[in-house]
């Protein structure tokens, strides 16, 4: 009798649990797979490829693939030539071709991508193609970053996930105010700025800069983008106060170099071995990179001494001159006019070089100084209506970009 009970307790226990399994398998559902679609095409109704152009292709190499014919490839390209150049098509540019389902798997659909924004659309699926031309939707994002630099300005806006041209704008921005090489790990900052977002949600970099400080020698310096002439629609920056940051002369003739050498009376000279002056301030930097005149004015000079190597020297006016050494190769002539930021030179390492650097001497009133020491001249301030308007725009920014530092 006990064995009896402890079988129909075993035989309950049992199918308690078939049936509790049962239970659990009738609570599960399958969700089912979103079909996935762009360009306007869904594409759970074609067999899709994509592919890039391939050097040597063209638009009609490239539908001559797919069995159409030259016949009928040439009456495409005849038919489309009012909506779209044939000759535009660029290697490395993305395509989608959207076959059909059946056994012919004929092209119905031709979709070629000229960037990450625009794309045109060839639809054979009529007896009259159908041809044009598509722009994705665009969403502007505002974002805001701030706090301590830890390191380079790139390296601090690549680990906040940032489009790395955003650097360039910003060190053109200050070119004129701050020098980037000096700025210290532990110097605050703040920006804000828009993103371009593509189908609202392919990212598609930075739209523009709405404002942003930057701490430098102990200093907080703004900058707010205004118009001032509306007809022109020029956009240029400001500080908190209204006064331009476009100074007279930018601050180095080379972006993203290190100093490698200050301006000194006696200096121990690395190719010579003895001690001696050195009028001027070294930028390192690779070999071909841009140098820029930092200031606009008249090609005074331009030469080979074994000393200097090529070299250009730029009289800016009655008081100002610069030069620019080692060059390894020269862009302008003796005489010529050239404006502030407009490339002169690429770096090299001719005449006494140990490397590729640029030697960036500075004279005022036909003295050579050190221009790292100058208070050099600034340019315009805001003044009257304008400057009223500014700073009531700027006022909710600059609340903004406090907080975000902690200022």
């Known amino acids: 009798m006990k064995h009896l009970v402890s079988i129909i307790i075993v035989l309950t226990t049992l199918f308690s649990c078939n049936k509790s399994e049962k239970k659990v398998e009738i609570k599960k559902t399958v969700k089912p797979k979103l079909e996935h679609s762009d360009f306007g095409f869904n594409y759970a109704d074609f067999n899709v490829v994509e592919d890039t152009v391939k050097k040597g292709d063209t638009f009609g190499t490239i539908l001559e693939r797919q069995n159409i014919g030259d016949r009928k490839v040439y009456e495409i390209v005849q038919s489309v030539k009012d909506t779209f150049d044939v000759r535009v098509i660029r290697p490395n540019k993305a395509y989608t071709m959207l076959r059909s389902k059946n056994k012919t798997n004929k092209l119905e659909v031709f979709i070629y991508q000229r960037d990450a924004l625009n794309y045109y659309v060839f639809d054979f699926r009529d007896t009259v193609i159908v041809a044009y031309k598509k722009t994705r939707p665009i969403t502007i994002r505002k974002k805001s970053i701030g706090g301590v630099l830890k390191g380079s300005l790139s390296e601090t806006l690549d680990r906040a996930g940032v489009d790395a041209g ?16 000096k700025l210290k790990k532990g110097d605050r900052f703040g920006i804000v700025f828009t993103e371009r977002f593509v189908n609202d949600s392919i990212y598609n970099g930075v739209d523009e800069l709405q404002g942003m400080f930057f701490e430098y020698k102990g200093k907080i310096n703004y900058a707010f983008p205004f118009i001032k002439d509306a007809s022109s629609g020029k956009v240029e920056f400001y500080d ?3 006064k331009t940051l476009k100074n007279f002369f930018l601050k180095t003739p080379i972006k993203f170099s290190r100093i490698s050498s200050r301006f000194s009376g006696n200096r121990f000279h690395p190719v010579q071995k003895r ?15 841009p140098i820029t005149t930092t200031a606009s004015g008249v090609v005074e000079m331009t030469g080979y001494t074994a000393g200097n190597g090529n070299y250009v020297k730029v009289k800016h006016n009655g008081t100002y001159s610069t030069q620019y ?28 070089a140990t490397g590729p650097h640029v030697c960036y001497r500075f004279w005022k009133n036909g003295v050579q100084v050190d221009a790292l020491r100058l208070n050099l001249p600034s340019g315009e301030p805001m003044t009257g209506t304008y400057k009223s308007k500014y700073l009531q725009t700027i006022e909710p920014l600059k609340r903004e970009l406090d907080s975000i530092g902690n200022l």
Not at 278 to 285: E, I, N, P
């Open 325 to 352: 050494l080692h060059m390894s190769k020269i862009l302008v002539r003796r005489g010529q006019r050239v404006t502030q930021g407009q490339v002169i030179g690429k770096v090299g390492s001719t005449g006494l």
């Open 240 to 242: 908190e106060d209204g």
């Open 166 to 181: 955003l650097a360039s704008q910003i060190t053109k921005v200050y070119s004129w105010t701050i020098d980037f090489f």
């Open 275 to 289: 001690w001696k002056a050195h009028k001027g301030t070294d930028y390192a930097a690779p070999t071909g990179t």
